[in-house]
């Protein structure tokens, strides 16, 4: 079992920049697939950015690609969400999720996730 917990989220303006911070309970952070989604208002959740448990592999989804970063400290036991030149459309709670599975280095399907935070949100005004 892990419990996470988000931070850093807040107000932008278009084409500023926040780093979100999900902090994990536990000894054993390094063994799990960390992820970020998000879900806008009306919307379904999305993938946005995967980790692998070392975090030398990491996969973004083509909208934030160049503008996003996920990364991850091990003994900090904290996965982040670097994101630059932001914009109206990233306005969404965004959840970090941890995942158990072991076949592959990310995941971008949330039903691949056994663990999710609270949500934080992040609003992009234009």
């Known amino acids: 079992q892990v419990q996470l917990v988000e931070s850093g989220g807040g107000l932008a303006q278009a084409g500023g920049s926040l780093r979100l911070s999900c902090a994990a309970s536990?000894?054993?952070?390094?063994?799990?697939?960390m992820g970020w989604f998000r879900q806008a208002p009306g919307k379904e959740r999305e993938f946005v950015a995967s980790?692998?448990?070392?975090?030398?592999?990491?996969y973004h989804v083509d909208s934030v690609k160049g503008r996003f970063i996920i990364s991850r400290d091990n003994a900090k036991n904290t996965v982040y969400l670097q994101m630059n030149s932001l914009k109206p459309e990233d306005t969404a709670v965004y959840y970090c999720a941890a995942s158990k599975a072991t076949f592959l280095p990310y995941y971008s399907d949330k039903v691949d996730y056994d663990y999710w935070g609270q949500g934080t949100q992040v609003t992009v005004s234009s």
């Open positions: 980790v692998s448990r070392s975090g030398g592999s990491t």
């Open positions: 536990g000894r054993t952070f390094g063994i799990y697939v």
